[in-house]
């Protein structure tokens, strides 16, 4: 049933991923010259120290996959009926989310070295939005494992 505890914790992971797409996931200032860096879902900007756009590079990638997740994070939820496939949702998901914090962490790193910055810069709620919804994709699968085993020990009865 759609009201179940793992139906919620599908529904944060959804949410997770929209505050992933809107908030910034990851600001690195470099000291010497104050530019500022900032990356979120679409786009790595670079920021003068007057605050002007210098530089700006398109990551529709991240916004894609942070989109796909949180649509099959939705679809799963719909999935009650075949606790299967909705387990079999979230392990992939799962692995999404991993390439997603993956992809980030990357161009985080690259960025550091292009411009050779001595601290690795603040990773935003965006970039810890993704993490969360990791461990509430966990949480959803432990509740959906407990259902099963719930199932099968009332046919047991019968």
């Given amino acids: 049933m759609i009201q179940r505890v793992q139906s919620i914790f599908l529904f944060l992971v959804a949410v997770a991923m929209g505050l992933t797409?809107?908030?910034?996931?990851?600001v690195q200032q470099v000291a010497d010259s104050g530019e500022i860096w900032k990356l979120n879902a679409l786009f790595m900007i670079q920021n003068s120290?007057?605050?002007?756009?210098?530089q700006s590079s398109s990551n529709w990638y991240i916004a894609a996959l942070a989109s796909f997740v949180g649509l099959m994070a939705i679809i799963s939820i719909f999935q009650y009926r075949n606790h299967g496939r909705q387990m079999m949702i979230n392990m992939v998901n799962s692995l999404f989310m991993v390439g997603l914090v993956a992809i980030v962490f990357l161009t985080t790193n690259g960025?550091?070295?292009e411009i050779g910055a001595e601290d690795?810069?603040?990773y935003q709620i965006g970039f810890w939005a993704i993490?969360?919804?990791?461990?509430?994709?966990?949480?959803?699968?432990?509740?959906?494992?407990?259902?099963?085993?719930?199932?099968?020990?009332?046919?047991?009865?019968?």
Avoid: H, P, T, Y
């Fill in 21 to 26: 797409l809107g908030l910034d996931l990851w």
């Fill in 111 to 113: 960025i550091n070295k």
């Fill in 131 to 158: 993490l969360a919804a990791m461990v509430c994709n966990m949480l959803a699968n432990r509740f959906i494992r407990k259902d099963v085993a719930l199932l099968k020990s009332v046919d047991r009865i019968r």
């Fill in 120 to 122: 690795n810069g603040s």
């Fill in 49 to 54: 120290s007057s605050g002007e756009i210098v």
